[in-house]
């Protein structure tokens, strides 16, 4: 299971360190893509697979978020030393500069600008007892 969140920084290259406990579950090549929120998301190849399966089988009505998501994802492998390669306009769409939050989502890691992680982790906060209350446990 993909938990927890930890900092790492991305290099003058684009690179970013994948942390050493989601290297196993999410192997040495995977997909990321736009997120919700301004962060980049990455799957695991064949949770990709049944993600990407559900978004193309949305109507023509709504291609608009089969651009966003299938439109901006890209395939990385992870190099020796566990870093991928964050592709420039992943970066600019999720203000990856240098600071970067890399979190665990259960079946997907995110990658956040540190400043924006902050932001959202506060504003969480404020809806957070509604939500887990909606929670079935």
Partial sequence: ????????????KG???VPAKYRDEMGEKFVISKGYGNCVTGYPLEKWDVW?????????SQSRVKRFFLGSAFE???DK????????ALREFAGLE?????AGMSDHIEFWNRDRWTV???????DIGELIASIEL
């Fill in 15 to 17: 690179r970013v360190s």
């Fill in 120 to 126: 959202e982790d506060r504003r969480d906060d404020e």
């Fill in 76 to 78: 990385v492998e992870t």
């Fill in 81 to 88: 030393q566990g870093r991928i390669i964050m592709p420039a």
């Fill in 52 to 60: 990407r399966q559900n978004v193309e089988k949305l109507p023509v």
């Fill in 98 to 102: 240098t600071d970067v939050v890399v």
């Fill in 1 to 12: 299971m993909l938990i927890g969140h930890y900092n790492h920084t991305l290099d003058q």
